[in-house]
């Protein structure tokens, strides 16, 4: 019996233990962390095209999390942007940080490429953009109409890309996409960042 005891306090100790490394000393660090205070929370349109973001698999392509110049000076140099820090993700449920970049990190691209003009001919075919792309088109995401009527967003395409008779115009769910690329703008400067690693102003 008394053996049994042993092994009863041991396995609790093992489990107190795993709970303060694994889960109270993550939420005292976390606490600690500031909110930018430059970061917006995502408009209703913006959670929806983040929604479809999800549904869409962007993330198997691309990730949203600029790393530090220290450990990959890649990303600086490619326009990335500044290392990311955990207070840019504050309103990110879930988070979609991502570990493929078959494409390039998002993290910035509202702020890169800040026209909706652009994103949307982008997604109805990268091809349009970029010849070599390999991304695929999200076409379904748009609709094929004869006349496009009074607040419909049409897609300009140049002839080769476009169809034969008729026109492209965006769907709600594309719209929203495109603006939730617009909104991921995180180029202020993060409070918890060494001086060194923020933007000048
Ligand atoms: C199979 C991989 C793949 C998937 C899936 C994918 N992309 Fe891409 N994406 C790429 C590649 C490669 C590029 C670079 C070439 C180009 O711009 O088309 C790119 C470029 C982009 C760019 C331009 C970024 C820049 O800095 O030039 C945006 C914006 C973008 N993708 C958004 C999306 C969205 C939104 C989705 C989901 C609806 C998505 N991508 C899905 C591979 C992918």
Redesign the pocket.
């Known amino acids: 019996m008394k053996g049994a005891l042993a092994i009863m306090v041991g396995a609790a100790l093992i489990l107190l233990l795993a709970t303060l490394t694994l889960v109270v000393m993550p939420y005292l660090q976390m606490s600690a962390e500031q909110v930018p205070p430059d970061l917006k929370p995502y408009t209703e349109t913006q959670q929806r095209g983040r929604q479809?973001?999800i549904a869409?698999?962007?993330i198997?392509?691309?990730s949203q999390q600029p790393r530090d110049p220290g450990f990959a000076p890649g990303d600086r140099d490619r326009g990335w942007g500044r290392p990311s820090v955990p207070g840019d993700y504050a309103y990110d449920q879930p988070h979609l940080l991502g570990t493929m970049r078959?494409?390039?990190d998002?993290f910035n691209?509202g702020a890169?490429?800040p026209s909706i003009d652009w994103?949307l001919l982008?997604?109805y075919n990268?091809r349009a953009?970029?010849q070599d792309?390999?991304?695929?088109s999200?076409t379904f995401l748009f609709r094929h109409v004869d006349k496009a009527e009074a607040g419909d967003k049409v897609v300009h395409l140049q002839a080769a890309f476009g169809p034969e008779s008729g026109q492209i115009v965006a769907t709600d769910d594309a719209l929203a996409?495109a603006e939730y690329?617009l909104a991921l703008d995180h180029t202020y400067p993060a409070p918890t960042l060494p001086k060194a690693d923020n933007p000048k102003e």
């Open positions: 479809v973001y869409n698999g962007c198997y392509c691309h078959t494409g390039p998002l691209v890169r490429l994103q982008h997604l990268p953009v970029y792309s390999i991304m695929p999200y996409l690329l």
